[in-house]
């Protein structure tokens, strides 16, 4: 989505660029430099502490918001809905609460709101709320507008959740010829998860720092992984959790770039036209465009069972599947729950099964002492309040 609607000499000159871009040589996969990667394990507490002060006053101060990217529908899953609307609560051993991922990143949010407040006594919980721009697509605008109205905005106000929509592009064939839907009208397709940048420019919406949250599929780098240094450590040991922090100037800067580079990836996929379903190119940005314009970048590497449980693939398959997330999260809850004092205690393997914290009673793990010391929680269940 651009500041105007492209006119065919743009989107001649658009689907030109990009696809001669293809047969360009690409840059050299290097190492990042070990100075420019941080890691939580190697932090001590007090740094931790000190971190997590500063975040909760960042966000006591208005200085953050939340962008999720919701423009995918969950055909993985079985599903026509918006991916956000998916739950697992009929799988074997889950907990009874049955919330979707939107339900489960709603209350995430409430809680460290509500946290942050509490962090500035003398500011109270009302006076720092955290807003969520939720990006859809044509695809998924109305269901999703209608399951948060349906649901009551999962607690939050309405006017603190903004919707808005990213753009579309023409499906073009290989010699780059726009594929017909009707005898009156081209096919289109999203323009990817880095349309973000774009759109986020049209609406106007770039008034505050974004923390971006994205339920994406990573790029897998199993290819890479083989090569280690001398000391035993992979040279290429890091998957991007689509976790970023980008400046207001910078989100500007991509937005504008991408615009005037004209450049987009091509995706083959089967299109639907008048002749049929036929094989075709759909003209899409990625989230990971806006780095080649980043002047400097800086990698924080966290716990991958504490951070990152993928949600793509349906149930069945071997990895990133519904039960495979949930089973993610009931261990690090259970091991949230034992360290705040509580005995776990299960009738089926514990690999299976565990204890789900609603996230209104704790976000990372904190102030559980009080709900869970002395107590026995025979799994599976819910701590709720």
């Not at 979707?100 to 709101?113: D, K, N, P, T, Y």
């Not at 789900?356 to 010391?373: D, F, H, K």
């Amino acid at each position: 989505m651009m500041d105007s609607p492209p006119t065919q000499l743009n989107l001649g000159c658009i689907i030109r660029c990009s696809l001669e871009s293809q047969g360009l040589p690409t840059a050299a996969i290097e190492p990042v430099p070990g100075e420019d990667v941080s890691s939580v394990e190697g932090r001590t507490m007090e740094e931790r502490v000190r971190w997590w002060k500063m975040g909760l006053k960042a966000i006591s101060e208005g200085n953050l918001a939340v962008l999720l990217l919701s423009g995918g529908q969950g055909t993985r899953l079985g599903s026509s809905d918006p991916k956000g609307c998916f739950s697992n609560h009929k799988a074997l051993y889950w907990p009874s609460s049955g919330k979707s991922l939107f339900q489960l990143q709603a209350e995430r949010i409430l809680c460290v709101q509500k946290l942050a407040a509490h962090s500035m006594k003398e500011a109270p919980v009302a006076s720092v709320p955290i807003h969520w721009y939720i990006m859809t697509s044509p695809f998924t605008d109305e269901a999703t507008r209608n399951y948060f109205e349906s649901h009551k905005y999962f607690g939050f106000e309405a006017e603190h959740v903004v919707f808005f929509q990213q753009g579309t592009m023409p499906c073009v064939s290989k010699d780059g010829r726009f594929i017909m839907e009707t005898p009156f009208s081209v096919a289109k397709a999203p323009d990817g998860n880095g349309g973000v940048y774009s759109a986020l420019k049209t609406f106007s919406w770039i008034a505050m720092e974004l923390t971006m949250r994205w339920h994406i599929p990573r790029k897998r780098l199993e290819s890479l992984l083989g090569e280690a240094k001398e000391t035993g450590r992979l040279r290429y040991c890091w998957s991007n959790v689509c976790l970023h922090m980008f400046t207001l100037d910078f989100l500007n800067q991509v937005a504008n770039g991408l615009e005037k580079d004209s450049i987009f990836q091509l995706a083959e996929k089967i299109i639907p036209s008048i002749h049929g379903h036929t094989v075709g190119l759909k003209l899409e940005q990625f989230i990971f465009d806006a780095f080649p314009y980043a002047p400097s970048t800086a990698l924080f590497e966290v716990l991958r069972d504490e951070e990152f449980a993928l949600v793509k693939n349906a149930n069945g398959l071997s990895f990133d599947t519904p039960d495979s997330a949930r089973l993610l999260v009931l261990r690090l809850h259970t091991r949230w729950v034992v360290a705040a004092g509580g005995l776990v205690t299960h009738s089926v393997p514990l690999y299976a099964t565990g204890v789900e914290v609603s996230p209104l009673c704790s976000y990372a793990g904190e102030n559980l002492e009080a709900l869970c010391r002395g107590r026995t929680f025979h799994t599976p269940c819910e701590i709720s309040f």
